[in-house]
């Protein structure tokens, strides 16, 4: 069973520039998760969905940072503009349904310089 | 806050000993999750406990749940290099969240 994969790898833009992240769950998982996870801390819940609609955003700086999920599959995180803390590592996962396990890709290291 | 909060911060043993690390929360859970995560590599799944259940094993894993007091132990016995990781316990109420982790590291 192939697992979550995001593109791409490593990024790194100049502040005030803009940048999107990619990601495919696994195939059948209805419920995919954006994370920030800053260099030693852990994990910050961004935007959950449930099939294309958005469960919790309520950590997702709305005014830089946008995301979709269109047919329930693919996913995009947008940042426009960057800021120097936006650098860190953006996680995406999935799970089969709300309450299970989520599993995870190996993430985007942003740098913001 | 719904995230979970470990304890301690950091923990160093020697290979073979037992590490013990915890986890507390202040909301109702449908169920707490642990997560390691190595070095520059993703996050790892490692054990799921429902808010019925009080104990589960996985290989060398330990979990428990005490939902009176609102926390969680995960036990590695007879610890391995390969157990240096950071180690996050998870929320599961509607959204999962992670706590700040706790940095294990194994002395070969």
């Known amino acids: 069973e192939a697992g979550v994969a995001q593109s791409p790898r490593y990024k790194i833009i100049e502040k005030r520039q803009s940048v999107a992240f990619w990601c495919n769950p696994i195939?059948?998982?209805?419920?995919l998760y954006w994370y920030q996870q800053i260099l030693g801390q852990g994990p910050k819940l961004l935007i959950q969905?449930?099939?294309?609609?958005?469960?919790?955003d309520s950590q997702l700086p709305k005014d830089r940072f946008s995301a979709e999920r269109l047919k329930g599959v693919d996913s995009t995180l947008k940042i426009q503009p960057a800021k120097l803390e936006d650098s860190a590592v953006y996680l995406c996962?999935?799970?089969?349904?709300?309450?299970?396990?989520?599993?995870f890709g190996q993430g985007t290291r942003l740098t913001v310089v | 806050s719904q995230q979970g909060e470990e304890d301690p911060q950091a923990l160093s043993i020697q290979e073979g000993e037992n590490a013990t690390m915890n986890c507390s929360y202040k909301?109702?859970?449908?169920?707490l999750q642990w997560y390691r995560q190595n070095s520059g590599r993703g996050l790892v799944h490692l054990i799921l406990?429902?808010?019925?259940?009080r104990e589960k094993h996985s290989g060398r894993l330990r979990v428990t749940l005490d939902t009176s007091k609102k926390s969680s132990s995960l036990l590695i016995t007879a610890s391995r290099a390969a157990d240096t990781a950071s180690y996050f316990c998870?929320?599961?109420?509607?959204?999962?969240?992670f706590g700040k982790g706790t940095r294990l590291s194994v002395i070969a």
């Open positions: 996962a999935s799970s089969p349904e709300t309450n299970t396990e989520a599993f």
């Open positions: 195939s059948g998982h209805a419920t």
């Open positions: 969905f449930q099939n294309n609609g958005v469960v919790d």
């Open positions: 909301t109702s859970i449908n169920n």
């Open positions: 406990i429902r808010s019925n259940e």
């Open positions: 998870a929320i599961r109420n509607t959204p999962l969240v």
